[in-house]
């Protein structure tokens, strides 16, 4: 089936550090989403992109839809330790499927 | 708190029981969806509604796993003689009618052990 590949897979910061992290397909999406997870518990949506090209923020965190529609990217400006989690974008529309998540440890 | 409920939160089985699963999702929404996640990977999806209707079933839905969404609100996901292999998450998400239809919200998910 469809598989989303995230990159890079861990993430080992400092307390204030940018991150970025990506996700890229071979098929072309109309939906973007990114989640955050934290252990034991359901995925937190926090971006919704729907247009190539899009860039969209929501607080730190700042996503984009890519120009081919295979891909988007994730960043969070100036890292705080509740940001650890497991970051996973995720297609919904037609299809429905989720990344292989890239795990991000903060160092205080 | 009006976000997407499920129940239960945990579930310890034994290989060959019978095991079901309840969500409730936002209550303005229109489509719900199962996942399954096991450590370590993301969710895959199960099945998805719209009101009563179930659209959409994956391949990893075996005969016996059933779903139903009787009255277009709350959903069961029923697995019959569970197997160890189906220890997992179960996640249910919700999403509602126009233009934001495709933003899913998770509940806390059900962790199933089957011993």
């Known amino acids: 089936g469809q598989q989303l590949n995230q990159s890079p897979q861990s993430m080992f910061i400092q307390e204030g550090e940018d991150v970025s992290m990506n996700c890229t397909s071979s098929?072309?999406?109309?939906?973007w989403l990114w989640y955050k997870q934290d252990p034991g518990e359901g995925p937190v949506l926090l971006i919704a992109?729907?247009?190539?090209?899009e860039l969209t923020s929501n607080g730190r965190l700042t996503a984009q839809f890519g120009i081919t529609r295979k891909d988007s990217f994730l960043n969070i400006s100036a890292s705080i330790p509740s940001d650890v989690g497991i970051y996973f974008c995720?297609?919904?529309?037609?299809?429905?499927?989720f990344g292989t998540g890239t795990s991000l440890t903060v160092i205080p | 708190d009006t976000g997407v409920s499920q129940d239960p939160r945990h579930k310890i089985t034994k290989r060959g029981q019978n095991v079901t699963f309840r969500c409730d999702p936002i209550?303005?929404?229109?489509?719900l969806y199962w996942y399954r996640q096991t450590l370590g990977q993301g969710p895959e999806f199960l099945t998805y509604f719209q009101n009563e209707a179930q659209l959409e079933k994956s391949r990893l839905l075996s005969d016996r796993f059933s779903a139903e969404r009787p009255k277009g609100s709350f959903s069961t996901l029923e697995i019959q003689r569970t197997e160890q292999g189906d220890s997992a998450m179960y996640l249910c998400a919700s999403s509602g009618p126009g233009v934001d239809g495709y933003e899913q919200y998770f509940g806390p998910g059900t962790r199933l052990t089957v011993t």
């Open positions: 992109l729907y247009k190539a090209g």
């Open positions: 209550s303005e929404h229109n489509r």
């Open positions: 995720a297609e919904s529309g037609n299809q429905f499927y």
């Open positions: 098929s072309i999406f109309n939906t």
